[in-house]
């Protein structure tokens, strides 16, 4: 049966928009979502619109040397933004439902030169809905996803177009492949895949004996790209120290590399059901949603057929329906960034991290209607039926989904309800009875907290300082040391480290121990205090002024750390120096009262 499609196709991509925006258009109303907070909300480079600061930026705020994210693009989209919108977050997130209307448009234009147009509108539409992409869509810095496949997408839509053109439009289409592909790169790396995905285009579309010269013709492509992965590698080196990703997981830490490929294994079933069945979408994968396989297991052994089932399938529609075949590679080259086998990273399961490869599904529906048509003869109309019911489930889930991340206390208590077994949600229950002062309750729920991830940083100082508000050192202190050691040049545990020997009354130990962390992490400005807090408790005043002064060499914009430079000047008997410290405190602290007005100026019109 040959399936034609009854509408043109500019029709159909506007079906798939109005699917992409009715679908989300409910996310529009939620504010910020936990990470928002860090990224975005509590980051002066993006509220201040630094936007010449993101090329030297990490991602995150305070990452551990070595390590980091590196997304440029995505921050100085930001801190555009949020002179545009005001620091209001509806703005933001009708960025993020305009970018997904254009991503599933992509897809369904990636698809429709080797479809009819009714498989590639299936397609189209069924990525435009799927509830798997509702964090990458609804939570804000889920535009990390949304640009990263938005320019990959258009990059291999340049690639497509790249037979029959006179040479200087091939020119044209190589330079506007390379600046797709920098972009992408700058917004999340899972856009490093792209080479590897234009090589199986050119594979796909190409005659079976004709792929070499394919590969050739298209020699400059693959060239260009890889100069570019290479040289976005060495600015990742440069800005953070390091090539191979974040800071892994803390449920990783500690795993052989064997270890790690089981545990990597293992998630495969969980990349099937999200994507065939997502009835059950979490916020957080960490323990006890899943764990890390130690050894052979069930699960273990269900994600090696899955892989192999994928493979099998791969084989049988290779010769039958390539649409099919293409889908599940695509996929299986997507993922495989994330998906802990090449190196740790920062997740064990994460479902924005399926936005880019879940495309292979659009692309799999597609050959799945096309060769269903023409090899069992199923008719068009039970098909196109069979594709509405999946399509309107699909919605339903979504829009049900969407008000979860409406705000952090909204998305936590959401975990909270459906996997109250989570870290992230027995954490949160840790630090809500902390903050009604139910502090022994708190200690059992933190205990339980350390024991799914002890080996979790933030998690470590967390407990750590609320052990210390109870002056409970003993216990505090074990917890420090292992987030030291964990991370030695990071500073924050060094930091409450040496504040807590000082309230304890031991300033010659909490001395030495931030002049340690300074010695691993570098200068750093709270270290550098609590060195001169160590000679204040000593009475050696004018070490103690040198040290602030250090501390004000990496910043000096805080009125209340010119107050106590004052107050320590005084000490020693600098009355002069300590009425200009103070002075200059008053004018920061005028300074600061004029940008707190501003900012609840616009919190009073996020909802």
């Not at 699909?394 to 998305?411: A, E, G, K």
Request: net charge neutral; hydrophobic share 50%; with cysteine.
């Amino acid at each position: 049966m040959k399936l034609i499609g009854p509408i043109p196709p500019w029709r159909a991509a506007l079906l798939v928009v109005l699917v992409a925006v009715g679908t989300y258009a409910n996310s529009a109303l939620n504010g910020f979502a936990y990470d928002d907070n860090t990224i975005i909300v509590g980051r002066p480079l993006v509220t201040e619109g630094r936007v010449a600061d993101v090329l030297t930026s990490a991602y995150w705020p305070q990452a551990v040397s070595g390590a980091g994210l590196y997304r440029p693009v995505t921050l100085a989209s930001f801190a555009i933004e949020w002179r545009l919108w005001g620091g209001h977050p509806a703005g933001f997130h009708l960025v993020n439902l305009a970018v997904h209307a254009v991503v599933s448009v992509l897809v369904f234009l990636l698809i429709l030169p080797w479809s009819a147009t009714l498989p590639a509108l299936v397609g189209g539409a069924l990525f435009a809905a799927h509830p798997v992409h509702s964090e990458a869509v609804a939570n804000v810095v889920g535009r990390a996803e949304l640009y990263s496949a938005l320019f990959v997408l258009g990059a291999c839509l340049l690639f497509l177009k790249g037979r029959g053109l006179s040479p200087s439009w091939r020119a044209a289409r190589l330079l506007g492949i390379g600046a797709l592909y920098v972009l992408g790169l700058g917004s999340k790396e899972m856009a490093a895949t792209l080479p590897a995905l234009l090589v199986l285009l050119a594979v796909v579309g190409t005659d079976e004996g004709r792929v070499r010269d394919r590969i050739r013709s298209d020699f400059p492509v693959f060239l260009l790209t890889g100069v570019l992965l290479a040289a976005f590698l060495g600015a990742r080196l440069l800005m953070l120290g390091s090539v191979s990703g974040e800071a892994p997981a803390p449920a990783l830490m500690g795993l052989s590399v064997g270890q790690r490929i089981l545990t990597s294994l293992a998630v495969w079933p969980h990349y099937f059901r999200l994507l065939v069945f997502p009835l059950d979408l979490v916020v957080d994968y960490t323990p006890a949603v899943l764990f890390p396989a130690l050894t052979w297991g069930p699960d273990v052994i269900l994600g090696v057929l899955t892989i192999l089932g994928g493979a099998a399938a791969v084989i049988f529609f290779w010769p039958r329906e390539r649409l099919v075949a293409f889908g599940i590679v695509w996929f299986g080259i997507a993922i495989l960034p994330v998906t802990n086998l090449l190196v740790p990273t920062g997740v064990l399961l994460a479902e924005r991290t399926l936005y880019l490869p879940s495309v292979g599904l659009a692309f799999v529906a597609a050959g799945v209607v096309a060769w269903t048509a023409r090899e069992r003869r199923t008719s068009l109309r039970t098909l196109l039926v069979g594709a509405a019911i999946v399509c309107s489930a699909f919605m339903v889930r979504t829009v049900l989904r969407n008000p979860s991340w409406m705000s952090t206390f909204v998305m936590l208590t959401t975990l909270g309800e459906e996997h109250p077994e989570s870290f992230m949600a027995v954490r949160a229950r840790a630090q809500g009875l902390d903050n009604v002062g139910e502090y022994e309750a708190a200690a059992g729920y933190y205990q339980t907290a350390l024991e799914l991830a002890p080996n979790g940083y933030s998690l470590l100082v967390e407990v750590a300082r609320f052990y210390g508000r109870g002056e409970r050192w003993a216990e505090a202190e074990p917890l420090l040391v292992h987030a030291i050691q964990l991370f030695p040049t990071h500073p924050v545990a060094w930091g409450v480290l040496s504040e807590q020997r000082l309230n304890q009354g031991r300033s010659r130990e909490g001395h030495a121990v931030a002049l340690q962390g300074l010695s691993l992490v570098g200068s750093d400005r709270d270290l550098w205090k609590l060195v001169s807090e160590s000679y204040v408790a000593k009475g050696d005043y004018d070490a103690a002024i040198r040290a602030r002064w250090a501390s004000f060499g990496v910043s000096d914009d805080e009125s209340g750390e010119w107050r106590r430079m004052s107050e320590i000047m005084a000490m020693a008997g600098r009355s002069q120096e300590a009425d200009d410290a103070s002075q200059r405190a008053d004018a920061l602290e005028s300074q600061e009262r004029a940008a707190s007005a501003g900012g609840a100026r616009a919190s009073v019109r996020q909802p």
